[in-house]
């Protein structure tokens, strides 16, 4: 069964890069599409987008200016990177797998989650 | 971006009895081209990620206890615990990804 974990600093300073990867294990990323996901505390989930194992990408229009997803097949793994950030993306972010072969598929696997917070 | 609203925000429902969450999404899920409506409702309990419980509006993840079940097209959507478990209490969120991705903003259940 496929395993994903988030990765990467839990305090970003504001206007700086918050940068996160997760590692997928028990599977190949091959062939799938995989997502990020944050939620803010006491909040429900916000999508953020996208990466196709062969490199495609899709964002969400409000984050779409500052947003970076990448997959490195060599080490199993995509990353994020969203710069500028301000208080307001203080959240636990998730990365996750979509179920099926396209990219307009639920989310059937899921890491636990690492809070980042923005603040100085 | 199509919005998706959930009714009730909370709900208390003693033990065995049913459960009904209602999803209402802004403009239609429904791709007439495969009769598929692309919504999919989780189950999130605290510290923990969500869980897919539902998806293509009534398939049943893979392990789903029965009693959960989904229904509705189009843009209006019930998600029902057929007999509240203690292990059902948790925040459920209805998801659209027909266009683009989004959440409802999810309905807490409890035990009465």
């Known amino acids: 069964q496929v395993q994903l974990q988030e990765s990467g600093p839990g305090l970003v300073r504001p206007s700086e890069t918050l940068s996160l990867t997760c590692t997928v294990s028990g599977g190949y990323i091959d062939n799938y599409y995989w997502n990020w996901i944050r939620q803010p505390p006491g909040k429900g989930p916000e999508y953020i987008g996208y990466v196709y194992f062969m490199g495609d990408t899709k964002y969400s229009a409000s984050l779409n200016s500052r947003v970076t997803v990448t997959v490195d097949t060599s080490k199993n793994q995509f990353h994020l990177n969203l710069t500028s950030v301000t208080a307001s993306d203080t959240a636990v972010y998730y990365c996750?797998?979509?179920?099926?072969?396209?990219?307009?598929?639920?989310?059937?696997?899921w890491g636990q989650g690492t809070l980042v917070i923005v603040s100085s | 971006d199509i919005v998706m609203t959930q009714s009730p925000d909370s709900l208390a429902v003693s033990l065995g009895e049913r459960a009904t969450i209602n999803c209402k999404s802004s403009q239609s899920v429904l791709d007439n081209s495969n009769n598929k409506n692309y919504l999919s409702w989780y189950q999130q309990k605290p510290g923990q990620p969500p869980k897919l419980l539902i998806y293509?509006?009534?398939t049943r993840e893979y392990g789903v206890p029965g009693r959960f079940s989904g229904s509705g097209s189009g843009t209006d959507f019930t998600l029902t615990i057929g007999s509240l478990q203690a292990e059902d209490v948790a925040v459920y969120y209805c998801?659209?990804?027909?266009?683009?991705?989004?959440f409802g903003q999810g309905t807490k259940v409890e035990i009465k």
């Open positions: 996750a797998r979509s179920k099926g072969d396209t990219s307009r598929s639920p989310l059937d696997s």
């Open positions: 998801q659209q990804y027909y266009s683009s991705w989004t």
């Open positions: 293509w509006a009534s």
